[in-house]
Nanobody, 126 residues
Framework: QVQLVESGGGLMQAGGSLRLSCAAS????????MGWFRQAPGKEREFVAA????????NYVDSVKGRFTISRDNSKNTVYLQMNSLKPEDTAVYYC???????????????????WGQGTQVTVSS
């Protein structure tokens, strides 16, 4: 059974940092693109960051560039999202996703991502 399990969410003051982890199991994800989305109350799920299988290429939504860093450890089947300089507008449920197609990690095709985690809440207070 394939599972993506997120951890590391919580409550943080603005300006602080959190690191999210997504541990994948049930298959090898070394050839998959992995990434993060987030969904705030009343809003559509939004792409945040993605990383190719070899870690050499990453992509970020403009609102987190320079503050968030995505990385992966294929030996551990785990992807990370380091979030620095957090803002109240970063408050959302953060979801990990995995798919072979790089184009899934954007505004158009995200609904077709093959695997999703259950989500972890990140709350940033002002």
């Amino acid at each position: 059974q394939v599972q993506l399990v997120e951890s590391g969410g919580g409550l943080m003051q603005a300006g602080g940092s959190l690191r999210l982890s997504c541990a994948a199991s049930g298959r090898t994800f070394s050839s998959y693109v992995m990434g993060w989305f987030r969904q705030a109350p009343g809003k559509e799920r939004e792409f945040v960051a993605a990383i190719r299988w070899n870690g050499g290429i990453t992509n970020y939504v403009d609102s987190v560039k320079g503050r968030f860093t995505i990385s992966r450890d294929n030996s551990k089947n785990t992807v990370y999202l380091q979030m620095n300089s957090l803002k109240p507008e970063d408050t959302a449920v953060y979801y990990c996703a995995a798919d072979p197609d790089w184009m899934v990690f954007g505004r158009i095709k995200w609904r077709s991502a093959e695997y999703w985690g259950q989500g972890t809440q990140v709350t940033v207070s002002s």
